[in-house]
């Protein structure tokens, strides 16, 4: 293989080198795992919501089975007194038959309360459990998918190892003079700035290639350009 024909893998190597840097800041992965770590952020603070509420909510049933047992117990006071055979008046008989029937009322609406608090403790308790299991079940995917995003760019670093390498390789195989134009060169034609015939096309710029130019190809150590675009042609 000629010196140039070293430059020409050299700048095909530099080109997928660039292209697998660029690809590395943008892999689909990144985006993807922003998203799942966001809403596996959310889902972790709804279940810690779902938890809150169902704490306040067994705190509220508590006050309410307290109070309802307060409510009882002075039902049957009541009753006591008014059955009791204490001499009591017909008119505080009828104030304890009253406030007997207030605290049944009373006790009932409280039971009734309860029972509301209850079936929402049951709805709460669902609620804890499916937003766990939610929440769970985005975090597995958001370790699933950083392990395979870790390993898609390892497979890119390694591949970039590997094109490093071969680089440092060919340098050593082509002359400082002919890197230097190579390297002054580059910027002008975004990276290639060498070309090869494809059917009798430059590669670069994919105009035509004189049969002329591609006689003095076969030339060792010829210098030839592509006549539209500037290009060095290599054989």
Same mark, same amino acid.
């Given at each position: 293989?000629?010196?140039? +024909?070293?430059?020409?893998?050299?700048? $095909?190597?530099?080109? %997928? /080198? !660039?292209? @697998?840097?660029?690809?590395?800041?943008? *892999?689909?992965?990144?985006?993807?795992?922003?998203?799942?770590?966001?809403?596996?952020?959310?889902?972790?603070?709804?279940?810690?919501?779902?938890?809150?509420?169902?704490?306040?909510?067994?705190?509220?049933?508590?006050?309410?089975?307290?109070?309802?047992?307060?409510?009882?117990?002075?039902?049957?006071?009541?009753?006591? +007194?008014?059955?009791?055979?204490?001499? $009591?008046?017909?008119? %505080? /008989? !009828?104030? @304890?038959?009253?406030?007997?029937?207030? *605290?049944?009322?009373?006790?009932?609406?409280?039971?009734?309360?309860?029972?509301?608090?209850?079936?929402?403790?049951?709805?709460?308790?669902?609620?804890?459990?499916?937003?766990?299991?939610?929440?769970?079940?985005?975090?597995?995917?958001?370790?699933?998918?950083?392990?395979?995003?870790?390993?898609?760019?390892?497979?890119?670093?390694?591949?970039?190892?590997?094109?490093?390498?071969?680089? %440092?390789?060919?340098?050593?195989?082509?002359?400082?003079?002919? *890197?230097?134009?190579?390297?002054?060169?580059?910027?002008?034609?975004?990276?290639?700035?060498?070309?090869?015939?494809?059917?009798?096309?430059?590669?670069?710029?994919?105009?035509?290639?004189?049969?002329?130019?591609?006689?003095?190809?076969?030339?060792?150590?010829?210098?030839?350009?592509?006549?539209?675009?500037?290009?060095?042609?290599?054989?």
């Amino acid at each position: 293989m000629s010196e140039l +024909q070293n430059l020409y893998k050299l700048q $095909q190597i530099e080109l %997928e /080198l !660039e292209s @697998l840097q660029k690809s590395i800041k943008e *892999l689909p992965v990144f985006a993807e795992f922003k998203k799942l770590q966001a809403e596996t952020a959310d889902a972790k603070e709804a279940w810690a919501w779902a938890r809150t509420k169902l704490d306040e909510q067994a705190k509220r049933i508590k006050r309410l089975e307290l109070d309802l047992l307060q409510t009882e117990a002075e039902q049957r006071q009541a009753q006591a +007194q008014l059955f009791s055979d204490s001499g $009591q008046t017909s008119k %505080e /008989l !009828e104030q @304890l038959g009253r406030r007997s029937h207030a *605290l049944d009322c009373e006790r009932r609406e409280k039971e009734d309360m309860l029972l509301m608090a209850m079936e929402g403790q049951e709805n709460l308790t669902q609620t804890v459990q499916q937003a766990e299991e939610h929440y769970r079940a985005l975090r597995a995917k958001l370790r699933q998918l950083q392990k395979a995003g870790n390993a898609e760019i390892q497979s890119i670093k390694n591949r970039v190892n590997d094109l490093e390498l071969q680089r %440092e390789q060919l340098q050593k195989q082509i002359s400082e003079a002919l *890197l230097g134009e190579y390297r002054r060169q580059r910027p002008r034609y975004k990276g290639n700035p060498l070309a090869h015939l494809e059917n009798d096309c430059c590669s670069g710029c994919r105009v035509i290639v004189f049969t002329g130019l591609k006689s003095r190809l076969k030339q060792p150590d010829s210098k030839v350009y592509c006549e539209n675009c500037g290009r060095r042609l290599v054989p």
